[in-house]
C-alpha cells in the first residue's frame, strides 16, 4: 500500500511539473484591422510592422481569397513583391519557458511558400518552420516551437517566399509562451520519487517454501 501511494504521489508531482500553464501573449484574426475592406499594401497593423516588401489586407471573398472560416480579413503575404510582417512587440522570456507559434496558412492557384520564425532581438533565427502550399491548398496549420536556455528576448516573424502578386494568404495568428515550473512542484516530483525508493526498499520479500 505504501509502494502504491507513493507512485501514485509520485505520478500526481510529474503531472504539476509537466504541465506549467500557456499564457496566449498574441490572437490575431486580422478581422479588427482598416475599415473591413480590402486594402492593398497595407501597413496599419495592430500587432505588426511590414519589415520588407508589401502586404495585402483582403477581405474574405475577394480577388477569388476565402479567409479562415470563409469571413473576416486575413493577409496576402506577397503584395506586389513577397512581403515580411514582424510582431511590433519584443517579447521577453526567461529560460526553460517553451515559445509555441502558429498560424493558418493557404494556398493561391499556384504554389505558395512562406516561413514562420521566432527572431531574437539581435535578428538571429531561433527557430523556424516552412509552410509549403500546392496550388489551391486550403487552410492548414503550422507550428513553431522554441525553448530557451537563457533569458532573451525575440519577435514573431512571417515571410512569403513567393515572388509576384500571389502570395501565400496568413490568418489566425497565436502566440503562446508557457511558464516555468514552479520550484514547489520540482521539490514535489523529487519527494514523491524518493518516497517511491524508500517504500521499495522496505516492502518485505517474498518467502518462498520448502
Do not use: H
Request: a neutral charge.
Amino acid at each position: 500500500m505504501r509502494t502504491q501511494t507513493a507512485v501514485i504521489a509520485s505520478l500526481a508531482a510529474l503531472s504539476i511539473a509537466s504541465t506549467a500553464p500557456a499564457v496566449t501573449v498574441l490572437n490575431d484574426t486580422f478581422n479588427a484591422e482598416g475599415t473591413g475592406a480590402t486594402a492593398l499594401a497595407y501597413t496599419g497593423f495592430a500587432n505588426f510592422n511590414v519589415t520588407a516588401g508589401d502586404v495585402d489586407l483582403i477581405k474574405s471573398g475577394d480577388f477569388g481569397i476565402n479567409c479562415a472560416g470563409g469571413s473576416g480579413l486575413c493577409v496576402d503575404l506577397s503584395g506586389f513583391n513577397a512581403g515580411t510582417l514582424s510582431t511590433k512587440t519584443l517579447y521577453s522570456v526567461a529560460a526553460g519557458q517553451v515559445i509555441t507559434l502558429s498560424a493558418l496558412f493557404e494556398g493561391r492557384s499556384i504554389p505558395t511558400n512562406a516561413t514562420l520564425s521566432l527572431i531574437n532581438a539581435g535578428g538571429t533565427v531561433l527557430a523556424s518552420t516552412t509552410a509549403a502550399l500546392a496550388a489551391g491548398a486550403g487552410f492548414a496549420p503550422f507550428v513553431v516551437s522554441y525553448t530557451p536556455t537563457a533569458a532573451q528576448s525575440f519577435r514573431a516573424v512571417f515571410r512569403s517566399n513567393t515572388a509576384g502578386a500571389t502570395g501565400p494568404v496568413l490568418d489566425n495568428v497565436m502566440l503562446d509562451i508557457a511558464a516555468v515550473p514552479e520550484p514547489a512542484s520540482w521539490a514535489l516530483l523529487i519527494g514523491g520519487f524518493a518516497m517511491t525508493g524508500v517504500a521499495m526498499r522496505r516492502r518485505p520479500r517474498g518467502v518462498v517454501a520448502a
